[in-house]
């Protein structure tokens, strides 16, 4: 699917045409620049390889140092490839951003959500507790419980839900509105929530 990449910059709201609010996300779309163009002749698949965000030369491996000198461009924070665009309609050094977008088209958006660090059961699972307040349970209330059987199989089942690290995930989210588009500053503000907290990267899918 073709999109771009973006910066989630916070939330906020805007009136729509009949007076009602609308919670909207404000999204950096882009600048994207065209880093390279997949082939299927020489790559076996079609993308376009867009870059997001600014690097010193002094920090970026000699690896993508090179790409980004080969395709004449200053170096880039991220990059990533996006299929399904019409290859003829680019070059490499051209730029895309809020524009891609037209108000009241559906998109998806792709990022990773807030770490909340190590979190026992009842937060990361939502798990009662052993027993509860009232049972007579006075040092596992916030407890897992049993695990596992005793002498068959004698193991913990992969997949057991139990306490870990919470968080920091790719999520998508699909079906997202764009109710406002404001091209001179690669801005767009779309209808609801996306993952991550501010400053986070994100993938702006087109459905």
Do not use: W
């Not at 916070?10 to 082939?39: H, K, L, Y």
């Not at 958006?109 to 006075?138: A, E, L, P, Y």
Request: glycine share 14%; with cysteine.
């Amino acid at each position: 699917m073709s999109g771009i990449i973006g910066k989630k910059l916070g939330m906020s709201n805007i009136f729509g045409q009949d007076g009602e609010i609308i919670p909207v996300t404000i999204i950096q779309a882009g600048p994207c620049n065209v880093v390279n163009i997949r082939t299927k002749e020489k790559d076996g698949y079609e993308a376009l390889q867009l870059s997001f965000g600014e690097r010193k030369e002094k920090h970026t491996s000699k690896p993508f140092a090179g790409q980004f000198k080969n395709s004449g461009l200053k170096p880039a924070k991220f990059l990533k490839e996006f299929r399904n665009f019409n290859l003829d309609d680019y070059k490499i050094g051209d730029t895309i951003g809020a524009e891609f977008f037209v108000v009241g088209e559906k998109i998806k958006v792709r990022g990773r959500n807030k770490g909340k660090g190590f979190q026992g059961v009842m937060k990361r699972h939502n798990f009662g507790g052993v027993g509860g307040t009232t049972h007579g349970q006075s040092d596992r209330l916030r407890a897992p419980g049993s695990i596992g059987a005793s002498s068959y199989p004698s193991r913990v089942f992969k997949g057991q839900r139990m306490a870990g690290r919470m968080g920091y995930e790719n999520v998508t989210i699909a079906g997202l509105k764009v109710v406002k588009v404001i091209p001179e500053q690669n801005l767009i503000f779309v209808k609801g929530a996306v993952p991550g907290a501010v400053n986070t990267i994100l993938e702006l899918i087109k459905k």
